[in-house]
């Protein structure tokens, strides 16, 4: 069974230090997809990544996709308090990981 | 941009009622909807998959008689919670997917629909 493993869970931060979320599968999948979710809200699109090695950046966001390794990668720089959400990653027949929920402080 | 609607948005039922949650894809003709389940604080389970005019596919544990999902058109998919009871309180949340130009599968998120059973 296909398996989506986010780490951390929780990630509390601080304005201006840079950290990484991952997201590791457990099968051959052609595509991730990292979202955002504030709260009571619905899901927000950030990435799609769709080969091996791909690299997306937006704004103080970036994701990274290793197929071979099976890992995926979502690294803030800089963060701000705007960025406090959950993120999740999912792979593509949408099986979602765990969610990292991130809290920014100022 | 491609947007999904979701209706209601809230809704309160009573135990032993239906309630039908609508999602509609409003400016793009959706190859697949997909319905999810999200607990407080929890991630989303997908509970079926379904494309137009055929019959959806529903994740294993999902119980079929009781989550009927009906997709008549490219642009609406119908999710009816039959005889809810309370532990089906949840926060529901469709997707719809058309094919981009990549071939990717872009996925366009509807609102959610809170669900509360009393």
């Known amino acids: 069974e296909l398996k989506v493993e986010q780490n951390p869970l929780f990630l509390s931060m601080q304005e201006g230090k840079n950290y990484t979320i991952y997201c590791n599968y457990s099968?051959?999948?052609?595509?991730l997809y990292w979202y955002r979710q504030d709260p009571g809200k619905s899901l927000e699109s950030l990435f799609v990544?769709?080969?091996?090695?791909a690299v997306k950046q937006e704004g103080r966001l970036m994701a990274s996709l290793d197929t071979k390794a099976r890992l995926s990668t979502l690294h803030i720089t800089a963060a701000v308090h705007d960025l406090s959400a959950t993120y999740f990653c999912?792979?593509?027949?949408?099986?979602f990981g765990a969610g990292t929920r991130l809290t920014v402080k100022p | 941009g491609a947007v999904v609607s979701q209706h209601p948005s809230r809704v309160i039922c009573k135990s032993g009622t239906s309630v039908k949650i609508e999602c509609r894809s409003l400016?793009?003709?959706?190859?697949?909807m997909f319905w999810y389940r999200q607990f407080p604080k929890q991630s989303l389970m997908l509970m079926a998959t379904?494309?137009?005019?055929?019959?959806?596919?529903?994740e294993q544990g999902v119980e079929k008689d009781k989550f009927l999902i009906n997709h008549a058109s490219l642009t609406l998919s119908t999710l009816t919670v039959t005889s809810a009871h309370p532990e089906d309180s949840s926060f529901y949340i469709c997707?719809?997917?058309?094919?981009?130009?990549?071939?990717?599968?872009?996925?366009?998120f509807g609102p959610g629909t809170r669900l509360t059973v009393t």
């Open positions: 997707s719809a997917s058309r094919q981009g130009r990549l071939l990717a599968y872009e996925q366009y």
């Open positions: 099968t051959t999948s052609d595509r």
């Open positions: 990544l769709l080969s091996n090695g």
């Open positions: 999912a792979v593509d027949d949408m099986r």
């Open positions: 400016d793009f003709q959706a190859t697949t």
């Open positions: 379904s494309n137009e005019g055929s019959k959806a596919t529903y």
